[in-house]
Nanobody, 124 residues
Framework: EVQLVESGGGLVQTGGSLRLSCAAS????????IGWFRQAPGKEREGVSYIRDYHSTYYADSVKGRFTVTRDNAKNTVYLQMNSLKLEDTAMYYC??????????????????WGQGTQVTVSS
């Protein structure tokens, strides 16, 4: 059974940093693409970042230059380093895995398994 577990969320002030982790079981993450998404209250879920391998990473325009996605294949974990956090980054963050490259990386319907999410709250 494939399971994804996010961790690392929390409360941070504007300008601060957090590192989210997405640990997988039942699947080798290095064989597939992993996406990070977020959903704020009252808003649709949106793509934040995606990693297929070390040479294939993608970011939403809103987080470019501030967020970095990496993976540790030995730990079967993907990370999202978030720096210079803004109030608008407040959301529940999810990681997800897709087994086949179909649509664009931010197409929610292309993902096969999702984690339960971790809350990120940025305060002023």
């Amino acid at each position: 059974e494939v399971q994804l577990v996010e961790s690392g969320g929390g409360l941070v002030q504007t300008g601060g940093s957090l590192r989210l982790s997405c640990a997988a079981s039942g699947v080798n993450l290095d064989e597939y693409g992993i996406g990070w998404f977020r959903q704020a209250p009252g808003k649709e879920r949106e793509g934040v970042s995606y990693i297929r391998d070390y040479h294939s990473t993608y970011y939403a325009d809103s987080v470019k230059g501030r967020f970095t996605v990496t993976r540790d294949n030995a730990k079967n974990t993907v990370y999202l380093q978030m720096n210079s956090l803004k109030l608008e980054d407040t959301a529940m963050y999810y990681c997800a895995i897709r087994f086949g490259a179909r649509g664009t990386w931010s197409s929610i319907e292309d993902y096969d398994y999702w984690g339960q999410g971790t809350q990120v709250t940025v305060s002023s």
